[in-house]
């Protein structure tokens, strides 16, 4: 759209950002770091012995417990303050990214996909890929706009709002004294420069972005998306539903079920995630599972398909073949 945009902070080259310290220096001081933490852990002990009810330590948790989520990093660009001190229209256009925009001051009015919308301080329009939008700008008027797109070269998210999602429930109310900052701290890194000011950036925008997904409710948010962000406890998930049933027939519907999403968006998080469909996943546990009983038990074969799902012996036989190589017999040479 032409927005005004801050200005691009340079590039950043890891490589460039410490001058090479000499060998016999380097050792030095590491050996100088190690004596004066080990010091600093002596005295702190000390201290706590001799004065325990002066001190009060809190410890503060992971949230969401000790799994790494998976990360879905959005590639930001256009950004830009917005400020219009005589009407404009920007003229009905489709956009090809997201594009986000938040109102600092003023009214901001628009169409969306042929509805009308007026939106007041406090308030962020989350405009999708495909979406007909045009804007009605009249003064006093300031607003922040980004764009941004999800990397569709490897595992994650295209796509962040719902399908079938109506103009009336891509926009959220948010709190300003927190989201403003954010914008400030973004002008302030522009305009400062250097060789951390795209990182910190990139970490204000994400934040940015995360607190804006937290404002939407679930329902507005794809299940793609919602399936990624949960994804980094999705294997252990899946794999205890796997062992509890590992004698069962389980289908695709009744694993969804049970782990409370839809059928295509366990599909797609397992296809993303562990690199196949849950159908194949799971008779690959099954298939891990019969091949341990056979080395480290005297179950027969027809004991063990049983054991993993199978009554048919031949039928196990065969697809136990198929999938590791070796037949049963074989595993237990």
Request: proline share 7%; with cysteine; hydrophobic share 40%.
């Amino acid at each position: 759209k032409g927005h005004p945009k801050l200005t691009p902070s340079p590039k950043c080259h890891k490589s460039s950002l410490f001058a090479p310290q000499q060998p016999n220096l380097r050792n030095r001081c590491r050996s100088r770091l190690r004596l004066d933490d080990l010091l600093r852990v002596i005295y702190l002990q000390d201290t706590m012995r001799s004065d325990h009810a002066n001190v009060s330590i809190q410890s503060v948790h992971r949230a969401g417990g000790q799994e790494r989520p998976v990360r879905i990093a959005p590639q930001f660009f256009g950004m830009g303050i917005i400020e219009f001190k005589a009407g404009f229209d920007y003229a009905l256009h489709r956009h090809k990214d997201h594009e986000v925009i938040l109102v600092h001051e003023g009214e901001y009015r628009c169409t969306l996909n042929e509805r009308e919308l007026t939106f007041g301080p406090g308030e962020i329009l989350l405009i999708a890929p495909g979406d007909r939008h045009r804007d009605f700008c009249d003064p006093p008027l300031r607003y922040f706009a980004f764009r941004f797109h999800f990397d569709g070269r490897g595992p994650g998210p295209t796509k962040l709002l719902a399908e079938g999602i109506t103009p009336d429930h891509q926009h959220a109310r948010v709190d300003l004294a927190i989201f403003w900052p954010l914008v400030e701290a973004i002008q302030r890194e522009s305009d400062r420069g250097g060789l951390i000011a795209p990182l910190v950036q990139d970490a204000l925008l994400e934040e940015f972005f995360w607190r804006m997904v937290r404002a939407f409710p679930a329902e507005a948010i794809h299940e793609e998306f919602l399936g990624f962000t949960a994804s980094s406890a999705f294997p252990i998930r899946l794999l205890r539903l796997f062992q509890a049933h590992i004698a069962e027939n389980l289908s695709v519907a009744q694993m969804a079920r049970r782990l409370n999403m839809s059928q295509s968006a366990l599909a797609h998080t397992c296809k993303a995630v562990l690199g196949a469909p849950p159908a194949r996943l799971f008779l690959q546990c099954r298939m891990d599972f019969a091949r341990r009983l056979l080395a480290t038990t005297d179950l027969s074969v027809k004991q063990v398909a049983r054991r993993v799902g199978f009554d048919d012996p031949y039928h196990f036989s065969r697809t136990f073949k198929k999938l590791t190589g070796r037949s049963p017999s074989e595993s237990r040479r």
